[in-house]
């Protein structure tokens, strides 16, 4: 595709619900990262993956934050027992640069913006 | 804690006008300082890069200026334009795109037309 692509772009869900974000990078980009940003805030990494590997979760929140890319393309964020300090735009990047050649900028999606009620 | 402290959080600059934005880091391992450009409802998109072998890098009207013993990085956009309204995130990491960037908290710039 043309870029990394986002879905759903809106996700208003009930406190308590569980939710899933799809993020779709760019063809043949071996690294992907989630990061969440509150309102008015920069990016805070949550995830990095190094193709299905899931090299990095030390920014998710907390153990009701769940992610995975089984096939080292398509990545999704899973949210369980959502809580409204939940709510954030999840931004989804990829990049070309993995540990053995770290360079290539990253690419961001245009985030999933969760609102929980 | 905040790794990167990024000012000012607005900032209003005529049309034609300079306009800088400064950033400062903690952590000695950031090799790697991308500065970002996000318009609303649209992901951060990447504007320059600097690698800290390197005291400035131009890019057309934008420059990065970087201070290595200071641990002090800029973005300077010269001829501001309307177009370039938007907010700003300058960012860290270590060992370039394949880790994670450490965001500064913004700078949300207007350019009066």
């Known amino acids: 595709g043309a870029g990394v692509s986002q879905s759903p772009r809106y996700k208003v869900a009930k406190r308590g619900q569980d939710v899933a974000l799809r993020c779709d990078p760019i063809?043949?980009?071996?690294?992907l990262f989630w990061y969440q940003q509150a309102l008015g805030q920069g990016p805070e990494f949550l995830t990095y993956?190094?193709?299905?590997?899931?090299?990095?979760k030390s920014g998710l929140p907390s153990d009701r934050f769940f992610a995975e890319r089984p096939e080292g393309s398509v990545s999704t964020l899973k949210i369980q027992r959502t809580q409204q300090e939940d709510s954030a735009v999840y931004l989804c990047?990829?990049?070309?640069?993995?540990?053995?050649?770290?360079?290539?900028?990253?690419?961001f999606g245009p985030g999933t913006r969760l609102t929980v009620t | 804690q905040q790794q990167v402290k990024q000012s000012p959080q607005s900032l209003i600059v005529q049309k034609g006008g300079i306009s800088i934005i400064n950033c400062a880091y903690e952590?000695?391992?950031?090799?790697?300082f991308p500065w970002y450009q996000q318009f609303p409802g649209k992901g951060p998109a990447l504007l320059i890069a600097?690698?800290?072998?390197?005291s400035e890098k131009k890019e057309g009207r934008f420059t990065i200026s970087f201070n290595k013993s200071a641990k002090q990085f800029s973005l300077h956009i010269m001829d501001s334009q309307p177009g370039d309204s938007a907010t700003y995130f300058c960012a860290a990491s270590t060992s370039g795109s394949a880790r994670q960037l450490t965001f500064g908290s913004g700078t949300q710039l207007t350019v009066l037309p």
């Open positions: 990047a990829s990049s070309f640069g993995y540990a053995g050649n770290p360079f290539g900028e990253q690419y």
């Open positions: 063809s043949g980009h071996v690294s």
């Open positions: 952590n000695t391992a950031f090799d790697y």
């Open positions: 993956f190094q193709n299905e590997a899931q090299l990095d």
């Open positions: 600097i690698r800290p072998d390197v």
